[in-house]
């Protein structure tokens, strides 16, 4: 049980740190586009009927659902979060984008550039911060112990 202990209380590299405040700041933004589309129900139904304010509820909802999960994967340096981080930012990404094209038809496109090139710059951030070698040791190291040490 001490091995087990010590390895979980080691303290993460800071790009893996940088990971988790990504994935909890991603989670809380979910959340909170849940609670407000519950909150403000009419009002979405007023000003966006469609797609309405079940989809801004259930996204918001699956969303902060997946990152939590990938969060926890990641403070418990599960074998799998790193990939579930890369894949997750990925499908989020498509995600903001097919949300932006289809759902959001008459809004200003000004900034889509910009929001274009922050969208690769992040992906790219993260594709970085994951392919470092103190990142990949942590998830590896982490998921090598056994029942056997416990």
């Known amino acids: ?43 979405i139904l007023e000003y966006m009927p469609e797609p309405g304010p079940i989809y801004t509820a259930a996204t918001g909802l699956l969303w902060a659902f997946c990152w939590l ?39 200003e496109r000004s900034n889509a550039l910009f929001a274009f090139i922050a969208t690769v710059l992040c992906l790219s951030g993260i594709i970085f911060l994951l392919a470092l070698p103190q990142s990949r040791a942590y998830f590896a190291a982490k998921s090598e112990i056994k029942e056997s040490e416990v």
Request: positive net charge.
């Open 1 to 43: 049980m001490n091995k087990l202990l010590e390895r979980f209380l080691e303290k993460a590299p800071f790009s893996v740190t940088l990971l988790g405040i990504l994935a909890l700041i991603l989670m809380l933004f979910n959340a909170t586009r849940f609670g407000v589309a519950l909150a403000k129900w009419q009002l």
């Open 69 to 107: 999960i990938v969060y926890l994967g990641i403070e418990l340096a599960w074998r799998w979060s790193g990939v579930a981080f890369l894949l997750l930012s990925f499908l989020y990404a498509s995600y903001y984008w097919l949300d932006r094209l289809f759902f959001q038809l008459f809004a």
